[in-house]
């Protein structure tokens, strides 16, 4: 078998991942680090359930092997607070029961922490008038840059409310 | 223990007559900080050590026979460790409510997608590898000897239909009649967490963490799978990541699971893949559905007629029951009411939430527009005129129903005009826009249920249930009508669910859970309550329970003093008795929609929608919201994208994942503008709360039909309103 020794940085701390290639990153955060706050709804990339935040970016790690992110640093939802900390997103989740069943929930926040600083960044998306130039997000931007995190339990109106709190109180 | 029996109306109304202030609140649920941290630990992720990992293997034919596998080859791959074909493995999934193991022969093959094997290895990606290895020998059934389609198969009549009266004469004597068929594609549950369980074997006692709604249920189908006393299982569901049906009977990993540890003497995790989740768990019928409505004059029903054709799999006792709000949501004395059953050899159908009314609903309220439209009066008010005063068939009286309030409120909210309904009269750019509208209507379903509840000796409370929260509030609410009664912050009560260690209750399914085991846990509260006027030594009237003070006359005592050390625990046992059958008791509301049809695509929008809902007490606003909401979004996903494609030619799905099943994404649903209207239901629960987790779904898909024709002028009777059924008619631009 190849050689497959890789050191990732997860929520600070390092890793080391020497294990079956075939590994995604996904069962490598769940099974061999212990971070099952990630979640794994299809792994086929078609729900969101599995996004983590791999050097700034979100991504859904079901689709990416654990070989491929040597030296990456990587944040999941357990890098972004505790029961007794809640980050400012996750904090809103639960005022505004932006959730119900919870399994998409990580997903949710790890992707709306990133796509803050996407629109913040400038990035326009389907929905926008302009693709150069400042971005607003309105409710429909938040929803369409949140489209890639299927809520089987269709929190999404709370899930919009949340993140525009959070957006309001962080400006 | 505490039994009652709920013989008649329970008009006491503790819940308002108590001082803590809690109850109905929106409170945030207490599960939530561990949900948004990722510290909710679900049925698979349970650190188990030693733990092999299962996958499993699904027949790739219609109907036939498993001869053998080729296992050597498999087994020498790495870490593989063992091919299972167990008699005690299931091959369908077990209906919401079972009680005993479903069909167990897993070499009998019935369906394509049924389990027929487990391989397990030492990891997941071995386990995987070797699945998709393993060759397979069989005997195929002839194709023409196997109906698939439910066309194939003569549909026979599932139980007895209602008939009353002579509803072919009053459709020909009607003044204005609508005779219309309409038709839904199957639809599943798609939870987001795939089914999933871990088992251990001590050997004597079998303990699964699994994904499921009814554990009450779930043990005794695992016990007769396995063959096993009841009392040498457990199970544990402390979080379970939606379930809508789905997980209401046990699914196939968990018997292979459990058979596997059995055998290996190890513990052993199975994980079904989301296509497996699709092809071997359970589906909602497709449903072919005519619909004959006919009035006076003034647009008051004097003929129903809503007949249904449904199917399952040969054996299978579970039938969509279409017709179930038909029964008793309008009037009309002449009517027929029957549900046919065509036998096909496709995944297990079952219930998907809310059987029966979601899909009935929709149709109904498709047809309800329809006949506005012919008798040429506002649809709200077509409704309004046919409220019944008493149930149709049964003469029996309704118990509360607020289906009136919630058509004035939501209508309002909405800002409806009903005066105007030609069709196709409004544009904007590229998109004709319409408003729609329908009922919402969901039988009330009431359980026996246990629950325990100890006052502890330092004035904190802890209740226990075998209740499953799937996302539904139950930790919210039963904590809170625990803090009511004791008279506590909602803080000081713990609330601890989904084990089959603690007492049965009905289960999450059938929107039953709060009423039937809130009421349990009502009534341990009650006794409770009794043993402090005891210890206090006055009369119960006098009795004020709050923020853990008892105060009675002038005697005021803090928990702890009163106790001495000594925690009160007690068990309620909640029956439901001789209510059932006395009153038709339901749930209603009312849907409003405004959708854009594209001129040139045929794409639909759905631009807004408000639904106003009547669900007795809510026993936390914010949670019960949330269950209308996501009802809200399911009756979008039902009425434009979602549907099951099957191959014809053997009956295998088409679309089984996320990618090609469409269910609706963030911004296909709108900013839904749900809201309750006040009612208290002496007849539902002596908590006077009916259920409120289906109802946003049924009728919700009609509503949106409507919307639609009132764009375009196009009447598309067949669901999902696809861009394709829409565009050829679309009017010119
Ligand atoms: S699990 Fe990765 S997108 Fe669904
Ligand atoms: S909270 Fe259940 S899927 Fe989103």
Excluded at chain 1, 71 to 76: C, F, P, R, S, V
Excluded at chain 2, 313 to 328: C, I, M, N, R, Y
Excluded at chain 2, 367 to 378: K, Q, R, T
């Amino acid at each position: 078998m190849p050689q497959t020794n890789r050191s990732l940085t997860i929520n600070g701390d390092t890793y080391e991942f020497s294990g079956d290639p075939r590994t995604s990153l996904l069962d490598f955060l769940r099974r061999d680090c212990g971070l099952t706050g990630t979640k794994k709804g299809c792994d086929h990339g078609q729900c969101g359930s599995c996004t983590v935040i791999v050097n700034g970016q979100r991504i859904n790690s079901c689709l990416s092997l654990a070989v491929m992110h040597d030296g990456d640093a990587i944040t999941t939802i357990e890098g972004l607070g505790t029961p007794d900390d809640l980050s400012p997103l996750q904090a809103a989740f639960v005022k505004h029961d932006a959730y119900q069943c919870g399994y998409c929930t990580p997903g949710q926040i790890c992707s709306a922490q990133a796509m803050l600083e996407e629109a913040k960044a400038g990035w326009p998306s389907f929905v926008s008038d302009d693709l150069d130039g400042e971005v607003k997000l309105t409710r429909e931007e938040i929803s369409e840059r949140m489209s890639g995190n299927i809520c089987r339990c269709a929190a999404y109106s709370n899930i919009v409310e949340a993140i525009l709190e959070t957006m309001e109180a962080g400006e | 223990m505490t039994t009652r029996s709920m013989d008649a109306p329970d008009t006491r109304n503790l819940l308002d007559h108590t001082a803590q202030g809690v109850i109905g609140k929106p409170l945030d649920r207490p599960d939530g900080p561990a949900k948004v941290t990722g510290r909710a630990t679900y049925a698979a992720e349970h650190d188990i050590p030693n733990c092999a990992e299962g996958v499993l293997v699904l027949a790739s034919i219609s109907k036939g026979e498993v001869l053998g596998f080729d296992e050597e080859e498999v087994l020498a791959l790495p870490g593989v460790i063992a091919v299972i074909s167990d008699e005690r493995m299931i091959a369908r999934s077990a209906q919401g409510g079972a009680n005993e193991a479903p069909v167990q022969k897993v070499r009998n093959v019935e369906y394509f997608g049924q389990p027929i094997a487990l391989v397990v290895a030492e990891t997941g990606p071995q386990a995987q590898h070797a699945a998709e290895r393993l060759k397979v020998r069989y005997r195929v059934e002839d194709r023409d000897n196997v109906a698939i389609n439910p066309d194939e198969a003569k549909a026979e009549p599932h139980k007895e239909p209602t008939i009353q009266g002579d509803i072919d004469h009053a459709m020909k004597e009607a003044a204005h009649a609508v005779d219309l068929t309409y038709t839904t594609q199957g639809q599943v549950s798609a939870a987001m967490e795939m089914h999933a369980s871990i088992a251990e074997w001590d050997g004597h006692t079998l303990t699964a963490h699994s994904s499921l709604q009814m554990l009450n249920y779930n043990i005794n189908e695992l016990a007769d799978a396995l063959d096993l006393e009841p009392e040498r299982v457990r199970l544990i569901s402390r979080y379970v990541g939606g379930g809508f049906g789905s997980k209401l009977g046990i699914a196939a990993e968990l018997v292979a699971a459990s058979v596997a540890a059995i055998e290996l003497g190890r513990p052993v995790r199975v994980v079904m893949t989301r296509r497996q989740v699709f092809e071997c768990v359970i589906r909602r019928s497709e449903t072919e559905q005519r619909l004959r409505l006919g009035t006076d004059a003034d647009g008051r029903l004097t003929a129903f007629g809503h007949e249904a054709r449904v199917s399952n799999l040969p054996g299978e006792k579970f039938a969509e029951p279409v017709t179930q709000a038909s029964k008793f949501l309008y009037a009309g004395h002449n009517r027929k009411l029957a549900i046919n059953l065509a036998r096909i050899h496709r995944v297990t159908a079952g219930s998907v939430r809310a059987p029966g009314e979601a899909v009935g609903m929709q149709a109904l309220e498709a047809a309800m527009d329809e006949l506005a439209n012919a008798v040429g009066i506002d649809p709200v008010e077509l409704r309004l005129r046919n409220i019944p005063e008493r149930h149709p068939t049964m003469d029996i009286p309704y118990s509360s129903r607020k289906l009136a309030e919630c058509l004035h409120v939501a209508a309002e909210r909405f800002g409806w005009d009903g005066s105007d309904r030609r069709p196709a009269q409004r544009r904007e750019g590229d998109w004709w826009i319409g408003t729609g509208m329908a009922s919402a209507a969901r039988v009330h379903n009431l359980a026996n249920a246990q629950a325990r509840v100890t006052l502890q000796a330092d004035g904190t409370a802890i209740v226990a249930s075998d209740m499953t929260d799937i996302g539904t509030g139950t930790y919210t609410v039963l904590r809170q009508i625990a803090a009511e009664m004791l008279g506590l912050d909602p803080e000081n009560v713990l609330v601890r669910l989904g084990d089959t260690d603690f007492p049965p209750g009905p289960g999450s399914g059938g929107s039953h859970g709060a009423a039937s085991t809130g009421s349990a846990v009502q009534l341990a509260c009650e006794t409770i309550r009794d043993r402090l006027v005891e210890r206090l030594g006055c009369k119960p009237d006098e009795l004020t329970l709050k923020d853990g003070f008892a105060t009675c006359g002038n005697r005021r005592a803090a928990y702890p003093d009163l106790l001495q050390g000594a925690d009160i625990e007690e068990i309620g046992k909640f029956e439901v008795g001789k209510i059932k059958g006395q009153y038709s008791t339901a749930m209603y509301g009312a849907f409003f929609t405004e959708v854009a049809v594209n001129a040139w695509s045929g794409e639909t929008r759905v631009r807004r929608m408000t639904g106003a809902f009547g669900i007795g007490r809510a026993l936390n606003e914010k949670t019960a919201l949330s269950q209308c909401i996501g009802g809200m979004a399911w009756g979008i996903g039902q009425a434009l994208t979602e549907q099951l494609m099957f191959d014809r030619r053997d009956g295998h799905i088409v679309n089984p994942d996320l990618a090609e099943y469409h269910v609706p994404v963030n911004l296909d649903v709108p900013d839904l503008d749900a809201v309750l209207v006040e009612e208290r239901d002496p007849a539902a629960s002596p908590l006077q709360a009916k259920g409120v987790g289906e109802l946003g779904i049924c009728g919700a898909g009609g509503a949106i039909c409507n919307a639609i024709y009132h764009a375009t002028g196009v009447r598309v009777r067949d669901f999902p309103i696809t861009p394709d059924k829409l565009i050829a008619q679309l009017p010119d631009v």
